[in-house]
């Protein structure tokens, strides 16, 4: 059983969401292209890069998303989980960005206060990364880049312009007092993966 067929019978969609993206193994075909397509997926050094404010979403969200696609032999990128003392931080981030296949945007309430968010959302943008937004505990209408003066005005503009299109974006929807964890972490791992073969397939 390849991974996408253990992925597939371990990992059900949730049809019920809206947002579902439908992850199917199909003819002998297809199912030799799609392990050829996961194949070259699990080669990459990074595939997934996690956008998260840690102080929201690091021990919720983020780390469930990236454990969950960890132990399906993806490599996923998540700050605390990759990056090890002496690390350059922006070079660090920066490469694995550009080295990425897919950007997940994890939204938050506090997520516009920080920089090295917004600086990760604009670059993402930038380099024409597949985005999957996730509206965690917040509205897109209330995503705003807040400057107190300390971000030039160009930062500020460039900034704007990530999150605009990033507000635009169909993505996930979750309000951690009423929905469920694993319930919203399935389905994202779900879309994640579809999009990474869509990506590869192209």
């Known amino acids: 059983m ?24 199909s003819s002998s075909g297809s199912g030799s292209r799609n392990q050829m397509i996961m194949n070259k997926i699990i080669r990459a050094p990074c595939d997934v890069f996690i956008n998260h404010r840690g102080t929201d979403t690091k021990r919720t969200m983020a780390s469930l998303l990236y454990d969950h696609l960890y132990r399906l032999k993806f490599r996923p990128f998540l700050d605390n989980k990759n990056m090890k003392p002496g690390d350059k ?90 929905g469920n964890w694993s319930d919203v972490v399935t389905n994202a791992a779900n879309i994640v993966i579809q999009s990474l073969m869509e990506v590869e397939d192209h």
């Not at 019978?9 to 992850?23: F, G, K, L, T």
């Not at 500020?156 to 974006?169: H, I, M, P, S």
Request: hydrophobic share 40%; glycine share 4%.
């Open 2 to 25: 390849d991974v996408l067929d253990k992925f597939v019978d371990e990992n059900p969609i949730n049809h019920r969401h809206p947002n579902a993206v439908s992850v199917t193994s």
């Open 89 to 178: 931080l922006f070079e660090k981030i920066n490469d694995a960005i550009i080295g990425c296949k897919v950007g997940v945007l994890v939204f938050s309430p506090r997520y516009c206060e920080s920089y090295f968010c917004l600086h990760e959302l604009a670059l993402m943008l930038e380099t024409k990364k597949k985005i999957i937004p996730i509206f965690c505990d917040v509205k897109p209408s209330e995503l705003g880049v807040i400057n107190n003066g300390s971000i030039p005005q160009k930062e500020v503009e460039r900034f704007n312009l990530a999150l605009d299109e990033a507000k635009y974006t169909v993505g996930l929807t979750f309000d951690s007092q009423k």
